[in-house]
């Protein structure tokens, strides 16, 4: 069988007054940990390098610019990226890009065990708003901040299996899932920002960590995916976000789950060949899909 040892590297919050040195030295601490477990994958979280910034309405531009990254690996990622060919471990990062024409994007980049960029992720569904929301304890203004990702959801073959990218509220779509699984992915690596609380929809409060994982299991489950969810966890910049990051099995079984809201590694060993043998069965997407049925769902 096909075997893999992946890592969920859990964040505690970063705070707005952290430098990159200091957000860094953890990432690299939590990579060196998770190798130290066998992992040859390591998932970060959403925007991992910095503060989730879309929760306020950043007024200085000078700051705004200061938690985008403009190259990947850049002077401040760098020491990163050689702890992994070092380390031998591949990562998932979660960033703020800002593109050499201006353009600013959500993304994640998937980096091999030499240290290389290898594939590209930017985030498609942008929860939130375009402007400032008064009377709200906090702010999601991801869509001020970021367009929506212009390279679809590709899936990036990688030593002997498939491994696709999410971003956080693109865990909550089914159709992020299935794209990637008709894609051939059978590994998805996620990060994740999420409040403890929904100042908009304050009903579904107490059920905020439910919804993760009803997301993630279904996903996974439906698709016949691994899912590797990554948290950035606990109270940051006066937001309280929830941790969970969880390995999650084709079967939509948790395998392996985090227990703080802090930085934390999170390891499993997880066999690829499950994916194929839930394929074969249930989900086998050949002989019983019928897209003839879902045309709807391409319309806007
Ligand atoms: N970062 C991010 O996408 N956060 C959203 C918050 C929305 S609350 C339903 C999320 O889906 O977790």
């Known amino acids: 069988t096909r075997t893999l040892t992946v890592s969920a590297a859990q964040l505690g919050p970063v705070p707005r007054s952290a430098t990159r040195a200091e957000t860094l030295a953890r990432l690299i601490r939590l990579l060196e940990a998770a190798a130290a477990e066998g992992a040859e994958l390591v998932v970060f979280p959403e925007a991992a390098l910095t503060p989730f910034f879309p929760h306020w309405l950043v007024k200085d531009e000078v700051e705004l610019r200061s938690y985008f990254e403009e190259d990947i690996p850049g002077t401040g990622t760098q020491a990163l990226f050689d702890a992994a060919r070092t380390l031998g471990v591949a990562f998932v990062l979660g960033y703020a890009e800002r593109t050499r024409d201006e353009r600013q994007f959500n993304t994640a980049a998937f980096v091999d065990e030499n240290g290389r960029v290898i594939h590209r992720y930017r985030k498609v569904h942008l929860p939130g708003f375009r402007d400032f929301q008064p009377g709200t304890p906090f702010q999601n203004l991801e869509k001020k901040y970021f367009e929506v990702g212009d390279l679809g959801f590709g899936v990036q073959a990688w030593r002997n299996t498939r491994i696709g990218l999410a971003i956080c509220?693109?865990?909550?779509?089914?159709?992020?899932?299935?794209?990637?699984?008709?894609?051939?992915?059978?590994?998805?690596?996620?990060?994740?920002?999420?409040?403890?609380?929904?100042?908009?929809?304050?009903?579904?409060?107490?059920?905020?960590?439910?919804?993760?994982?009803?997301?993630?299991?279904?996903?996974?489950?439906?698709?016949?995916?691994?899912?590797?969810?990554?948290?950035?966890?606990?109270?940051?910049?006066?937001?309280?976000?929830?941790?969970?990051?969880?390995?999650?099995?084709?079967?939509?079984?948790?395998?392996?789950?985090?227990?703080?809201?802090?930085?934390?590694?999170?390891?499993?060993?997880?066999?690829?060949?499950?994916?194929?043998?839930?394929?074969?069965?249930?989900?086998?997407?050949?002989?019983?899909?019928?897209?003839?049925?879902?045309?709807?769902?391409?319309?806007?």
């Open 169 to 300: 509220n693109d865990r909550r779509w089914a159709e992020t899932y299935r794209v990637l699984a008709l894609a051939g992915a059978e590994v998805v690596c996620l990060g994740y920002n999420t409040p403890a609380s929904n100042p908009h929809l304050p009903e579904s409060d107490n059920l905020t960590d439910f919804h993760n994982h009803l997301s993630m299991q279904a996903g996974a489950y439906q698709n016949s995916m691994w899912v590797i969810g990554t948290a950035k966890a606990g109270t940051e910049e006066g937001v309280s976000q929830i941790g969970g990051s969880a390995i999650i099995a084709p079967s939509g079984e948790i395998v392996a789950v985090a227990r703080t809201l802090d930085d934390e590694i999170v390891t499993a060993e997880i066999d690829l060949d499950m994916v194929i043998r839930y394929r074969r069965d249930v989900f086998n997407f050949s002989q019983h899909r019928r897209p003839e049925h879902y045309t709807s769902i391409t319309r806007p």
